[in-house]
């Protein structure tokens, strides 16, 4: 089965920052990549996948990038309500392996 | 809308077994696969497998291939997960997903239900 490795496991930024979240896939996914943000006891939330898709309602800062293997999530201007955790998932074929989760905080 | 709504909470001693539900509304049963998809506390998210509403064929991840059985009952428009020989390690929440159109990942999930295994 395919990993899915995000890094870092967790950063603390301040409001304003530019925030990058890495995930690398052990075996090439296309562009079969999502991204999703989770909020302590709340339901995930599909924030961005494919090449750059962006779910309706998601504020433009978030955008996502990568083929292949490698793939990012920035926030460009990070606020204080993106304080989340935030996982990647691959979603070719299955398994959808998820990705360890990047937790976000403010510093 | 709410498209899909779980059971509720269980507690399970261990060994026990424990049948959670997903209830699509009835227009939408068949629009897409269902996955399931567990928390534990503290954890990251674990992809357990999916079922085809249409056919009733699941795909399980190898680590639960052995204790877990998705089904689906088109009279209800339910879809049931069911996990057995459960230890304190399935203490969980546990959801169902499922895509919003063809291309897409998951974009639509029930509320989630705690399962709790404890003796």
């Known amino acids: 089965d395919i990993q899915m490795t995000q890094s870092p496991s967790s950063l603390s930024a301040s409001v304003g920052d530019r925030v990058t979240i890495t995930c690398r896939a052990s075996q090439a996914i296309n562009n079969y990549l999502a991204w999703y943000q989770v909020k302590p006891g709340k339901v995930p939330k599909l924030l961005i996948y494919g090449a750059s898709t962006l779910q309706s309602g998601v504020p433009s800062r978030f955008s996502a990038s990568g083929s292949g293997t490698d793939f990012t999530l920035t926030i460009s201007s990070l606020q204080p309500e993106d304080v989340a955790t935030y996982y990647c998932q691959k979603f070719d074929t299955a398994p959808w392996t998820f990705g360890q989760g990047t937790k976000v905080e403010i510093k | 809308q709410v498209q899909l709504v779980q059971s509720g909470a269980e507690v399970r001693k261990p060994g026990a077994s424990v049948k959670i539900s997903c209830r699509a509304s009835?227009?939408?049963?068949?629009?897409?696969?269902i996955h399931w998809v567990r928390q534990a506390p503290g954890q990251g998210f674990e992809w357990m497998g999916v079922?085809?509403?249409?056919?009733?064929?699941?795909y399980y991840t190898q680590k639960f291939q052995d204790r877990v059985t998705m089904t689906r009952d088109t009279s209800t428009s339910t879809f049931d997960m069911e996990l057995s020989s459960l230890t304190s390690e399935d203490t969980a929440v546990y959801y169902c997903a499922r895509r919003v159109h063809l291309t897409s990942p998951l974009g639509d999930w029930g509320q989630g239900t705690l399962v709790t295994v404890s003796s």
């Open positions: 009835e227009h939408t049963f068949a629009s897409f696969h």
């Open positions: 079922l085809n509403p249409i056919n009733g064929k699941p």
